[in-house]
């Protein structure tokens, strides 16, 4: 979450009521004003708070025209009938909602078979709130892993967790706040996620293991996850080194399993010990749902789970928080029997398809030269061409946002800072007949863009409201 501050003098402004909101009593409202930024003395209406609040979120947004988010935006009403009824349920009294906390468990099993676990029944997973927790809990295994097999070093020696400099912010943190060195694979011309070689290069005796994405959230394109395996087997004939791999799936291994089977990135490789994805990206479900899988028991060590016993039973847990909404667990379990394989190849078959024609199509308009295609994840990343100086990624993202369409525009980490990108994700409910009206608009701007003396965005931070 954004991190606030307290209530600035001008924001002490009451809100203003509208006479209508008081209903039986038209000018009740009028002299009910709230304030903003500290609790009100009295209370409100339910009507009256309802019609502020909902008021005020008419400014937000249209969460089906922001094709800078991976999470999903649109679930069948039915999903949405069953989050409402369990919206009371609480994840974590498992002994409370034995059936709620039954789909969860369900849901792990059907993942470990999804990812080709070899022994599905030795698998050990969880729900997260997201992806971000998925990727602590695992570092966290990874970590734990490596000092007791390093007991008589650390404390002491420093752990490292090597990656590509692409990795999602939730790595950054993981390593910031569980004191783990970051060492970052650098982009490199064309390649803008991690090479396999470099990776292994950058593995010493206190690496906790090497994070693989699937696929990167800058670009979309898969990171050769078969091949650093392969990297880091031959470091270890060479060194002796035997380093896991982590794979942050967080959105293409929702993916990968259903359009890309024959590429091989999940625990058939034997040096993955470990998994995660976002239920709420392209496992198609509302935020937040986000699951972490280990190979074995080996691979998560016991000493990290918790067992709970004042809600009755004894209850083994690997979370950050305690308490958790059911409801995104049930309508994962939800998604899982309505869709089946067929259903979930369909869905991102369709959704890969406007990735990759819409991709062409921006290429063909000229001005575009794009860095990926839509055709892994269906994301792809696209930038100016290099005859095209009027103007820049920053003023194409702000002056889509006219049309409301939400397209973030960033820069490459090192070693490529030069290059700024537009990203386009698309998902589930972004139709090809969206697309195509997000590209008549794209294309009724690029005179005006083209008329340009130069590129007009000055604070490039504030252009676009993407963070990684
Ligand atoms: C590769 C990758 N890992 C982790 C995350 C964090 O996921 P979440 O938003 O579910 O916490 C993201 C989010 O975009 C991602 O793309």
Redesign the pocket.
């Known amino acids: 979450m954004a991190l606030h501050k307290g209530p600035e003098k001008h924001e002490e402004r009451p809100m203003s009521v509208n006479p209508f909101f008081g209903e039986a009593n038209p000018v009740g409202g009028m002299t009910e004003a709230p304030p903003t930024h500290r609790l009100p003395d009295t209370p409100l209406p339910p009507s009256t708070a309802y019609q502020l609040v909902h008021d005020e979120l008419m400014l937000d947004g249209n969460s089906r025209l922001n094709l800078a988010t ?2 999903t935006t649109w679930m069948e009403p039915q999903a949405g009938v069953l989050m409402a009824e369990c919206r009371d349920k609480n994840m974590i009294d498992k002994d409370e909602y034995p059936r709620t906390a039954e789909l969860e468990r369900r849901c792990v099993a059907m993942l470990a078979d999804l990812w080709n676990a070899p022994d599905p029944a030795a698998v050990v997973g969880c729900s997260t ?7 602590m809990l695992a570092g966290m295994a990874l970590k734990r892993r490596w000092a007791k097999r390093n007991a008589d070093r650390y404390p002491g020696a420093r752990p490292n967790l090597v990656m590509g400099v692409n ?5 950054d943190k993981f390593c910031n706040f569980w004191e783990v060195e970051a060492r970052l694979v650098p982009m490199e011309g064309d390649r803008y996620h991690l090479d396999p070689q470099a990776a292994a290069e950058l593995c010493d005796e206190n690496t906790i293991g090497v994070v693989g ?1 699937l ?3 800058f670009d979309g394109s898969y990171e050769p996850v078969a091949d650093l395996c392969a990297a880091l087997d031959a470091l270890q004939e060479r060194t002796g080194l035997d380093i896991p791999v982590h794979v ?1 799936g ?2 293409g291994a929702m993916v990968a399993p259903f359009l890309d089977e024959d590429l091989v990135w999940d625990f058939r490789l034997p040096r993955v010990v470990s998994i ?1 994805t ?1 239920g ?2 392209y496992g198609l479900v509302y ?2 749902v ?1 699951w972490a899988l280990w190979r074995d028991k080996e691979a998560l060590p016991e000493e990290l789970v918790f067992r709970v016993n004042y809600l009755g039973g004894d209850m083994p847990t690997f979370a950050l928080n305690f308490s958790r909404p059911g409801a995104q667990v049930v309508a994962q379990y939800y998604s899982f029997l309505r869709l089946g394989r067929d259903g979930y190849r369909a869905v991102q078959q369709s959704t890969r398809d406007v990735a990759v024609s819409l991709a062409g199509r921006i290429e063909a308009l000229g001005d575009f030269r794009l860095l990926t295609r839509g055709d892994q994840l269906p994301v792809f990343a696209f930038t100016t061409a290099p005859d095209v100086t009027a103007y820049d990624v920053f003023d194409v993202s702000r002056r889509l946002r006219e049309g409301g369409w939400l397209v973030p525009a960033y820069t490459f980490p090192p070693h490529r800072e030069d290059l700024s990108v537009l990203r386009v994700v698309c998902r589930n409910g972004f139709s090809h007949d969206l697309a195509d009206l997000f590209l008549d608009d794209l294309t009724r701007l690029l005179p005006d863009l083209r008329r340009q003396p130069h590129p007009l965005t000055r604070d490039k931070d504030a252009a676009t409201g993407f963070h ?1």
Do not use: L, M, R, Y
Request: net charge negative.
């Open positions: 991976f999470v709130t997201g992806s971000s927790e998925a990727c990795v999602q912010v939730c790595w994405i696929g990167s959230t942050d967080a959105s995660n976002s709420h990206k935020p937040g986000g990684h």
